[in-house]
């Protein structure tokens, strides 16, 4: 049965692969046209009947990216902003340099591992209690800790949680390089 399954996903992950792979620059330049200056992609030819030419291509996920459906497959657009212009998949993943998730201006993205686009996090999850990134609730107090290389690395201890914000984002400009805030 382990086998089975293993082989259904394994298919399942060539199909998304393949049909990646069929979506090439060329194919991406002849359906949309994107403004590297504002982000945006339109339809250069009319979609469908719903959709008409010129029209901003996409929309926005409950997750707060722009994707656009090609070839039965959704696209993240600032993927797709990256192969328009490099005329090559990225290799890792895109972060947005301003953080800012729908701004899919060229000069706003860049190329990381899943840690430097970890460490460009900006804003606290939302279940944290403090508002603040790194900071939690200890004993009446509020404590500051950040990963680095996989480990997680004490700060301090404050009085109160913008306090330790503010040293959470000192440590975080310090030890995390592709950090841009």
């Known amino acids: 049965m382990q086998r089975c399954s293993n082989s259904l996903q394994l298919t399942h992950s060539l199909t998304v692969l393949e049909k990646t792979k069929m979506l090439t620059q060329a194919h991406l330049k002849s359906i949309l046209c994107y403004s590297q200056e504002t982000g945006q992609f339109t339809w ?83 279940g944290n209690a403090s508002g603040f990134l790194g900071v939690s609730s200890h004993h009446g107090r509020w404590k500051a800790e950040i990963r680095v290389g996989g480990k997680l690395q004490h700060i301090g201890y404050f009085s109160d949680a913008e306090t330790a914000g503010a040293a959470y984002v000192k440590a975080k400009r310090e030890l995390h390089p592709t950090c841009t805030i």
């Open 44 to 126: 250069i030819d009319k979609p469908s009947k719903h959709i008409a030419s010129g029209a901003q291509a996409g929309s926005k996920t409950k997750d707060g990216y722009w994707r656009i459906g090609i070839v039965g497959q959704q696209f993240k657009s600032h993927r797709l902003a990256w192969l328009y212009v490099t005329g090559e998949w990225p290799d890792n993943q895109i972060d947005h340099i301003n953080g800012i998730k729908t701004d899919n201006r060229f000069c706003n993205l860049r190329v990381v591992t899943p840690a430097g686009n970890m460490h460009n996090r900006r804003k606290a999850h939302k």
